[in-house]
């Protein structure tokens, strides 16, 4: 007899009080503890197959780097002794071509540029995305056969065009472990192929520069007004400009009449660029802004003292309280306390609406009729720049995007607005907006009647010299 439950009540041994049968628990017990057991079985042997699955493809990792890196060296001797009698570039529109892992490069010019204690040659290039893994190869005059180094990128613009694809502008640099300058420059990617590129290195004369300030500028404008020209031109020499170098890739016939007789006289040189015509019409001429701009800037590094960064008709630095540019950059040079002058001066940029002109004489001139303008602008990719080029590696539109190392030289000197701005001239659509309500908020700027009667003489006498 067993005792059970708090009453004190006898119960029999063989009696089943909660009716269960335990012969049939007991069997699903089992079963269900040895499907438990299977399942813990094969997961066992699924971890002792991953582990061996992991172990495995890190013996195989390692065997593919071990063959990368002596396929690397194979490739890399291979290529050394590419002859370069055997070379022929594939040029499109005067832009020499690679095609490489489904990727597209361009490649325009080639520079060679000391840093310090280093060379290296500069290779400006547009294109899908920038690549990775390519190698430069350097022939120098006294061999037919390259020093093969590695290619290092660096950005410059990155625009989108039709169908979300990303061109990019950058460019390659190639160190230089020669004391020797090369000729040539090939760019290839990393397999023994026969490079499709062969660019000759441009050096630039290391000399004390044979000019103060010049402009490096890139027109997108095919058709801009002659009266405009004049005026824009006018203005810069009055201002001190000794030189402008002018990027284009099509002119009006009226545009070519007024810049050919400025280049007669020594005050521009015209620098024709092709593009590539690849993504669309304005895609390539936006693609090209700055990489012709980066191209003007190496070739001027020892011909111009400063540089000022432009890109159309419309717009200039105006000195607000100096005659020319060169009292202005001494003025900033003495306030700020700089010991020796800046790498880069950045001016603030202020649009003068072109909706009803504020004066209505002299009819030629858009500077001396639209007096009211906007805030100045306190973002900085609307600022222009005047930069000095020795000391700015890159750049990027309006200003120096990447500065050659230095520590003693200030990077940039931010010009305040009371001393000079630049001034934006912009077309407003009469259709959109009513001129009097736009030129309610604007500020009235007589800063350039300080200019007016120099101007107006010069820009008279060249109007009466074209018969415009």
């Not at 180094?149 to 990155?158: G, I, R, S, W, Y």
Request: net charge positive; with cysteine.
């Amino acid at each position: 007899m067993s005792i059970g439950g708090s009453s004190g009540i006898l119960i029999e041994d063989n009696e089943n009080i909660c009716e269960i049968d335990f012969s049939t628990l007991y069997k699903k017990a089992s079963k269900k503890l040895t499907r438990l057991a299977k399942k813990a079985r094969k997961r066992l042997q699924k971890w002792r197959g991953t582990t061996a699955f992991v172990i495995s493809w890190i013996l195989i990792y390692i065997i593919i780097q071990t063959c990368k890196l002596l396929s690397a060296t194979d490739y890399l001797v291979c290529l050394a002794k590419i002859n370069r009698t055997l070379i022929h570039p594939r040029n499109i529109h005067n832009w020499q071509s690679i095609h490489e892992r489904r990727r597209d490069v361009l490649l325009y010019s080639a520079h060679y540029r000391p840093l310090g204690d280093t060379q290296a040659v500069h290779v400006l290039a547009v294109g899908t995305g920038i690549p990775t893994g390519f190698v430069c190869m350097l022939w120098y005059p006294d061999s037919f056969f390259p020093v093969i180094v590695k290619a290092n990128t660096l950005n410059h613009d990155v625009d989108e065009v039709r169908r979300g694809k990303i061109i990019e502008q950058f460019f390659f640099t190639c160190a230089c472990n020669s004391t020797q300058v090369p000729v040539y420059v090939s760019l290839t990617g990393p397999r023994c192929t026969m490079p499709t590129t062969f660019l000759h290195v441009q050096i630039p004369q290391k000399t004390t520069p044979q000019k103060e300030f010049g402009i490096c500028m890139s027109s997108t404008s095919s058709n801009v007004h002659p009266l405009r020209i004049i005026e824009w031109m006018e203005a810069h020499q009055m201002f001190g400009v000794d030189e402008i170098t002018l990027y284009y890739h099509s002119l009006s016939n009226n545009m070519s009449r007024i810049l050919n007789q400025y280049q007669k006289e020594g005050f521009v040189r015209l620098q024709y660029m092709s593009v590539p015509r690849r993504y669309g019409i304005w895609s390539d001429f936006k693609i090209i802004s700055s990489l012709s701009l980066n191209d003007c800037m190496w070739k001027n590094m020892y011909r111009y003292r400063y540089i000022f960064i432009l890109l159309n008709f419309d717009e200039i630095i105006i000195p607000r309280i100096h005659r020319n540019y060169s009292e202005l950059i001494d003025y900033v040079d003495r306030t700020e306390g700089l010991l020796m002058p800046a790498a880069s001066y950045t001016f603030q940029n202020t649009i003068f609406n072109l909706c009803s002109a504020d004066v209505k004489d002299p009819a030629f001139s858009n500077f001396l009729r639209f007096l009211k303008r906007e805030p100045p602008s306190e973002e900085m990719r609307d600022f222009r720049s005047l930069i000095n080029p020795r000391y700015c590696l890159s750049l990027f539109m309006h200003y120096c995007h990447c500065f050659v190392s230095s520590e003693a030289m200030p990077w940039t000197v931010k010009v305040r607005q009371h001393i000079a701005l630049t001034h934006h001239y912009h077309t407003v659509p009469k259709s959109r907006v009513s001129c009097d309500n736009l030129k309610k908020n604007l500020s009235l700027d007589k800063t350039v009647d300080r200019f007016r009667r120099s101007l107006s003489k010069r820009c008279e006498s060249k109007i009466a010299q074209h018969k415009l």
